[in-house]
């Protein structure tokens, strides 16, 4: 079974520009998150999605953000417009529904790098 | 404010040692912690968990202790080995709502050497 998969595995961008990450979680995880780590310090949580609804958005930092998981399938996570401190690397994670804790399964991440 | 705190950076082991990394927390409302580690270029993988109701947790080489009243926890991996070299990320569960964030510590690089 393929696990989280998500593209590109790195981005270089400048100041002002948009970029857009996409995340595939494991077929079946209605649960669906993105984190972020920054130079090295703790990964932080953005926000969860249940099937394609958004069920806390609490950490995303500024209006800057944009996520989305239309039909419930793969998410994407638009940064427009970039600036230097959204470097970083972000995590996506999946895990199966329910209130139960269920194990969160973390992709590769994609580093993305603002100059 | 940082709720999950691990205070260091980096340890290093002898290969066959016990290694012990250490986490604390500030809020008493998480019930559940888990550590996960990590390795370059990878993401993180889930390690073992502990219940806020329990004090103790083994899986094979790996034990995870839980001090509610010092809101402290840590992980012993007895003995540590070679592969056991990797970023180790201690996690708390804010289950708000019915939902699983979690709130993770910044992480310890433990490097067993030979």
């Known amino acids: 079974e393929a696990g989280v998969t998500q593209f590109p595995s790195h981005s270089v961008i400048e100041k002002g520009q948009t970029v857009t990450l996409r995340c595939d979680p494991i077929s079946g995880h209605d649960n669906l998150y993105w984190y972020r780590r920054v130079m090295g310090k703790e990964i932080k949580f953005l926000l969860h999605f249940v099937k394609e609804s958004k069920q806390d958005e609490s950490g995303m930092p500024n209006n800057r953000f944009l996520a989305e998981r239309t039909g419930g399938t793969y998410s994407t996570l638009k940064v427009q417009p970039a600036e230097l401190e959204d470097s970083g690397v972000y995590f996506c994670a999946s895990s199966y529904g329910g209130t139960a804790y269920n194990e969160q399964f973390f992709g590769p991440g994609t580093r993305l790098t603002v100059l | 404010d940082q709720q999950v705190k691990q205070n260091s950076p980096s340890l290093s082991v002898q290969e066959g040692r016990i290694s012990i990394l250490n986490c604390d927390y500030t809020n008493s409302m998480f019930d559940y912690f888990l550590w996960y580690k990590k390795y370059p270029a990878e993401g993180p993988t889930f390690l073992i968990s502990?219940?806020?109701?329990?004090d103790k947790n083994e899986d094979g080489r790996f034990t995870v202790f839980l001090n509610k009243s010092a809101k402290h926890l840590s992980l012993h991996i007895v003995p540590s080995q070679p592969g056991d070299s990797a970023v180790y990320f201690c996690a708390a569960r804010a289950f708000s709502g019915g939902y699983n964030k979690l709130i993770f510590g910044a992480g310890t690089r433990l490097a067993v050497h030979p």
């Open positions: 502990i219940s806020s109701i329990k």
